[in-house]
T-cell receptor, first 112, second 116 residues
Framework: AQKVTQAQTEISVVEKEDVTLDCVYE???????LFWYKQPPSGELVFLIR??????QNEISGRYSWNFQKSTSSFNFTITASQVVDSAVYFC?????????FGKGTRLSVIA | EPEVTQTPSHQVTQMGQEVILRCVPI?????FYWYRQILGQKVEFLVS????????KSEIFDDQFSVERPDGSNFTLKIRSTKLEDSAMYFC??????????????FGEGSWLTVV
């Protein structure tokens, strides 16, 4: 069965610090897809990134970067120079032969 | 940018009443989904819908729930005889292709249902 583990329940950082959100997944599918979504206090789910299992290239988008390592089944998310607007719950998710499965989320608080 | 829209944003209903949550998926998308998130918990899959029929559903999606695409734009979730434990945020979502093609699923802003 698909499973996503986000071991960090809550993280608090001071503005401008870097922060890494961990995501570990389990799947028996040979082809699968990994996602990160952001849920700000307003409640919506905002898509951030999708990564295919056959593409281990890391990605950077502005202050955001993602490190996908198949060998450790991890898909970690780093925010560089965090800002107060980054405060949200971040969900890692996995899909393949089963519907999208979410982790429990990590609540990030960025303090000014 | 196209988005999934949901109404109502918040609904309070009496236990035992029926509720209909409405969604307008992104216009060129063919696959539609409902997920729910009980307060403070993770987002859980309820059902997926394609070509006017349910393609997958979870254990949560029992006979109390139904989905419908009544016209070319709306996608609805009906909850019959609501229970206190149905209180949750319900997210509608859509994608161009099936999720097993890796296509991104885009979510709406959610409908917060409170059953009292």
């Amino acid at each position: 069965a698909q499973k996503v583990t986000q071991a960090q329940t809550e993280i608090s950082v001071v503005e401008k610090e870097d922060v890494t959100l961990d995501c570990v997944y389990e799947t028996r599918d040979t082809t699968y897809y990994l996602f990160w979504y952001k849920q700000p206090p307003s409640g919506e789910l905002v898509f951030l990134i999708r990564r295919n299992s056959f593409d281990e290239q890391n990605e950077i988008s502005g202050r955001y970067s993602w490190n996908f390592q198949k060998s450790t089944s991890s898909f970690n998310f780093t925010i560089t120079a965090s800002q107060v607007v980054d405060s949200a719950v971040y969900f890692c998710a996995l899909s393949g032969n089963t519907p999208l499965v979410f982790g429990k989320g990590t609540r990030l608080s960025v303090i000014a | 940018e196209p988005e999934v829209t949901q109404t109502p944003s918040h609904q309070v209903t009496q236990m035992g009443q029926e509720v209909i949550l409405r969604c307008v998926p992104i216009s060129n998308h063919l696959y539609f989904y409902w997920y729910r998130q009980i307060l403070g918990q993770k987002v859980e899959f309820l059902v997926s819908f394609y070509n006017n029929e349910i393609s997958e559903k979870s254990e949560i999606f029992d006979d109390q729930f139904s989905v419908e695409r009544p016209d070319g734009s709306n996608f609805t979730l009906k909850i019959r005889s609501t229970k206190l434990e149905d209180s949750a945020m319900y997210f509608c979502a859509s994608s161009e292709s099936p999720r097993d093609s890796g296509n991104t699923i885009y979510f709406g802003e959610g409908s917060w249902l409170t059953v009292v």
